[in-house]
C-alpha cells in the first residue's frame, strides 16, 4: 500500500485567525457553543480527517496583556477540551479524537482514567496530547508564583507520562470473562497492581478501566525543544510539528527520527503532522486579498498581544519597524523559530503579528489549490512530514475550502485515502496496538 | 401550582444490585459500554426524570476486599462520570447531569472548569455532587498513604467549594459583547480576577468558561454526617440522602433544614432526594421472589464484600448469626445507620449484606405499585423529602418498571409533574438563577 497523508483538524474557537470572529460570516459566540463544534466535528468526518485536535491552556493567558488586547480577543471563552470532545464522541463515528492535557498541573490517574474514558466511549477514538505548562497565568491558578522550570517540568512529564501509560497497560484485554453461571466476571490475574514510586508520583492503581478497541488513547506530542523532542522518542505516535519552511521541517524529522533510534524505536513509527493555515483563492491575488481583508480586521493591541507571550511587550516599537531583539532572556525555542523566520523575511513587526495571529503560529500558506498541493506533496514526499494538521483561519467555512478545493486533488494524485480504513484512530493513522505491553 | 416530587436517576454500573451483571436478562459488559448509558439516559429522559446521577470513587476499592469478591463483581470496571455524562449530553436534550467529584483529590480550577464547560455543552443541564474521598484505595492512587482525616478533608471542601463557586462568578452574564463593528468582543469590567488566598488553595482566576443559561451549575451534596450537613447548609441546592425509614428522613431534614436556617437560606430553598430501590411486583409475593431471586445470584464473598468498607472483615463470623459491633472504630455516620437498622430487624450477616448489595446502600422497598407509590406519598407529604434518586437493582430494565406502573400513578394523584418544566435543571427541579452573585 502507497504512503498516505495523515490529517488532523485543529478546531480551537472560531478558528485560528485572531478575528475571525469579526468576518462577516462568522457566529461570534460560536467558539462557547456545542452546535459550532458539532458542525465542524461532522464536517470534518465527512471529509475524512483522521482527527480533531484540541490545544489547551488552563485559564485566560492574555488577562494581563494590553487590557485592549483582553477586550478584543474571543479566544479567552473557551470549553474544556476532554469534556467537548467526549460530547462530539456522541456525534461522530470515525473520526479520531485527541484532547490536550497538561503533565504540569494534573494528577495521572485523572488524565490515564479520563482518557480511557473516553477511549472506551468513542469505541477505541482516543488520543492524549501531552503538554508541560509554561505560562505564568496558569501557574496562579494552581498555587504557584511562578510557573516550574523547564527541566522540571520535562522531568515531571516523563514521569507522568510513565504513569498513564502504566495504568492503561493495568487490565489485560481479556481480563473480563463475565461468565453469568460461575459467577466470575473478573480474571484477576489479568488485573495489575502497578505500584509505581517515582520523584514525582506515587500511584498504586489499577486503573478502574478496562482497554478500548485500540488498547489505549494514542499518544500525541507537541513540543520541539530538545526535552520535547526526548517525550516524543519515549512515548508519542503522533507529533504535531510547526516547521514554518522546508528546512525547520527537515531539522525537526531529523532531530525526532534520529532520537527515536537512540531509544530502540522504529524512526518511520511516528507520524509527524505539520501545522497549516491556509488562505486558499481561485488566483493568487484573490488568495493574498482573503489574507489582507481578514488581517485588517485586526487591530493593533491584539496584533501586538500575539507577540507577547514570545517575544515581550513590543508597543513601544514602530509597528511598520523591524522586530527587535526579545526582552525577555528566558526565549523558548518557538520564539526562536519566529526571530529567525522575521528577519529572514525582513517582516515588520506588524507583518509578524499578522503572520501569526493569522495562523496563532502554525505556518500561513496563501495560495491556489494547486500551488498548495504542490507544496503538500513536496513537503510529504521528502518524508520529512507525514501529514498535515490544519488550522483553518475560519469555522466552520475553512474546512469546507480545504475539502471542496484541497483534498479533491491530493486524492487524484494518490497522496490521500478516501473514506477511513477503520473505527478506531490507530487504524486510521496506520498505528499498531499497543498490546505487547499488557500483564503476561 | 402544587409542590411536585423531584427525581434523580442513579445509573451506575448494571444497576444497584451487586449481582446484577447475572442477571438473565442483562448484558454484564453493558457497565463498560457507552450504548448501555445511553439507552438509560433516553429512557429516564422520556420518563420525565430531572437528572441523571453519577456517584464515583477514584480507583478500585475493592481490590484490597477477600480476592473472590474483586472476581466477582462487574463494580470495578467503570467509565469516568463527567466524561460519561459529556458524551450523554449530545443524546439527550432536557434531563440534568449531575456527576461526582472529590474536593479531596483535585484543583478546584480543573472543577469549576470542566462542570462549567458540560454545563455550556449541554444547555444548562450539569449539577456538581461535591464530595470528600475517605477510602485508602484512592489515596494510594494520589501520592498519599492514608487518606486525609475527617476534619481536615471537610475543611478542604468547604474551600474548594468556595473556589469553584468564585470562579463560576467571575464572569457576568452580559461580559460578552460581541460587537464586530468596534472589535470589541469582551466588557473587561464584567470580568472578576477572583485572587483566592486560603490555607488550601491559591487561586487567581478568572475561568476561562462564560456563564450557561441556568448561570452555573446546580451544586449537590451527598453526607450525613455533622461536617457533611454544614458543607450542604453552605452550598448544597440538592441534597441526596439514605434515610433507611422515616425516622431517619426526618432526623436528617431536621438537621439539615436547621443548619440551612443558621446560614440564612431558605430552609425549604434546598431538594431532599431520598435514594429508593424498588423490587416491584404485582403482589407482594411476587415483589419478594423478585428480591430473592436477585439475592441468589450474590456469592458470599461478593456479600461480604459490601460490609467490608463500613463494617470491616466479618468472614470469620456466621453469615446465619447477628451482626457483630463493628472492628474498626472510625466508624462512619453510614456505617451507625446500619448497625441500628440491621439491630432493629433482628437482621443476619447474610440479611445484612443481601438488604445492601441489592441496593449498594439505598433504601430497598419491596412491595407493588400501589404499596410503593403510597410510601412515597406519606414521605413526600411529610416534608422530610422532596423527591427521590432512583438506584434501580437493574439497568436498563427496571426504569421501564419505575416509569410504568409507579410514576404514572404518582402522576395521577397530582403528585409529579407531566413533561420537563423548562430546558435547564435549575428550571425543572424550580431553583432560582444564581444571578445574585455576579460582578456588579
Same mark, same amino acid.
Given at each position: ?15 485560528y485567525?485572531?478575528? *475571525?470572529?469579526?468576518?462577516?460570516d ?9 452546535a459550532h463544534?458539532?458542525?465542524?466535528a ?14 489547551d491552556?488552563?485559564? @485566560? ?14 479566544q479567552?471563552a473557551d =470549553? ?8 462530539? &464522541? ?9 484532547a490536550? #492535557? ?12 479520563k482518557?480511557?474514558s473516553?477511549?472506551?466511549i ?8 501531552i503538554?508541560?505548562?509554561?505560562s ?25 507520562a ?18 453469568k453461571?460461575?459467577? @466470575? ?5 489479568r ?20 482497554p478500548s478497541?485500540q ?5 500525541v506530542?507537541?513540543? #520541539? ?36 533510534e ?9 507520524? @509527524?503532522?505539520?501545522?497549516?493555515t $491556509? ?15 481578514m488581517?485588517? =480586521? ?8 500575539y ?6 511587550d513590543?508597543?513601544?516599537f514602530?509597528?511598520?519597524? $523591524?522586530?527587535p ?7 523558548? *525555542? @518557538? ?10 523575511r525582513?517582516?515588520t513587526?506588524?507583518q ?33 512530514v507525514d ?11 475553512d474546512?469546507? *475550502?480545504? &475539502?471542496?478545493h ?20 490507530r487504524?486510521? =493513522?496506520?498505528?499498531?496496538? $499497543? ?6
Amino acid at each position: 500500500m502507497n504512503r498516505m497523508m495523515s490529517f488532523g483538524l485543529s478546531m480551537r474557537y472560531l478558528g485560528y485567525h485572531a478575528a *475571525s470572529w469579526r468576518h462577516p460570516d462568522a457566529n461570534p459566540r460560536g467558539g462557547m457553543q456545542f452546535a459550532h463544534f458539532a458542525e465542524v466535528a461532522r464536517k470534518a468526518e465527512a471529509a475524512g480527517f483522521d482527527m480533531l485536535f484540541l490545544a489547551d491552556g488552563i485559564g @485566560i493567558r492574555t488577562v494581563d496583556s494590553p487590557v485592549g488586547a483582553l477586550a478584543q480577543t474571543a479566544q479567552t471563552a473557551d =470549553l474544556e477540551p476532554l469534556t467537548l470532545l467526549s460530547a462530539l &464522541s456522541a456525534v461522530t463515528t470515525n473520526i479520531g479524537l485527541v484532547a490536550t #492535557a497538561s503533565t504540569t498541573y494534573n494528577e495521572p490517574f485523572h488524565v490515564a482514567r479520563k482518557y480511557a474514558s473516553l477511549d472506551r466511549i468513542s469505541g477505541g477514538r482516543a488520543g492524549w496530547n501531552i503538554v508541560t505548562s509554561w505560562s505564568e497565568a496558569e501557574a496562579w491558578n494552581f498555587g504557584r508564583d511562578t510557573h516550574l522550570g523547564y527541566a522540571e517540568r520535562y522531568e515531571r512529564a516523563y514521569e507522568f507520562a510513565d504513569v498513564v501509560e502504566g495504568l492503561w497497560h493495568s487490565w489485560g484485554t481479556d481480563a473480563i470473562v463475565a461468565d453469568k453461571k460461575t459467577g @466470575i466476571f473478573l480474571d484477576t490475574s489479568r488485573l495489575r497492581v502497578l505500584n509505581h514510586k517515582g520523584p514525582h508520583f506515587r500511584v498504586r492503581g489499577p486503573l478502574d478501566v478496562p482497554p478500548s478497541p485500540q488498547g489505549h488513547p494514542v499518544m500525541v506530542q507537541a513540543g #520541539a525543544s530538545d526535552a520535547g523532542i526526548e517525550l516524543a522518542a519515549r512515548k508519542a505516535e503522533v507529533v504535531y510539528a510547526l516547521p514554518h519552511d522546508l528546512q525547520m521541517a527537515e531539522s525537526y524529522s531529523r532531530r525526532l527520527r534520529g532520537a527515536l533510534e537512540q531509544h530502540g524505536r522504529d524512526p518511520r513509527g511516528i507520524r @509527524i503532522l505539520a501545522g497549516i493555515t $491556509p488562505y486558499i483563492g481561485a488566483t493568487m491575488a484573490e488568495a493574498q486579498e482573503k489574507y489582507d481583508a481578514m488581517n485588517a =480586521l485586526i487591530l493593533p493591541e491584539l496584533g501586538l498581544s500575539y507577540l507577547y507571550a514570545q517575544l515581550g511587550d513590543l508597543s513601544a516599537f514602530p509597528l511598520d519597524g $523591524p522586530v527587535p531583539d526579545p526582552v525577555d532572556p528566558r526565549v523558548r *525555542s @518557538i520564539a526562536q523559530g519566529l526571530i529567525t523566520m522575521a528577519r529572514s523575511r525582513n517582516m515588520t513587526i506588524r507583518q509578524l503579528y499578522n503572520f501569526i495571529a493569522a495562523g496563532f503560529g502554525s505556518r500561513v500558506v496563501i495560495g491556489t489549490p494547486e500551488s498548495i498541493v504542490d507544496e503538500m506533496q513536496e513537503w510529504f514526499e521528502t518524508g520529512f512530514v507525514d501529514g498535515f494538521n490544519l488550522c483553518p483561519a475560519l469555522l466552520p467555512m475553512d474546512i469546507d *475550502s480545504f &475539502s471542496n478545493h484541497i483534498l479533491p486533488e491530493l486524492r487524484r494524485r494518490g497522496l490521500a485515502r478516501t473514506g477511513y480504513a477503520g473505527s478506531t484512530l490507530r487504524a486510521n =493513522l496506520g498505528l499498531p496496538m $499497543p498490546g505487547c505491553c499488557y500483564p503476561a
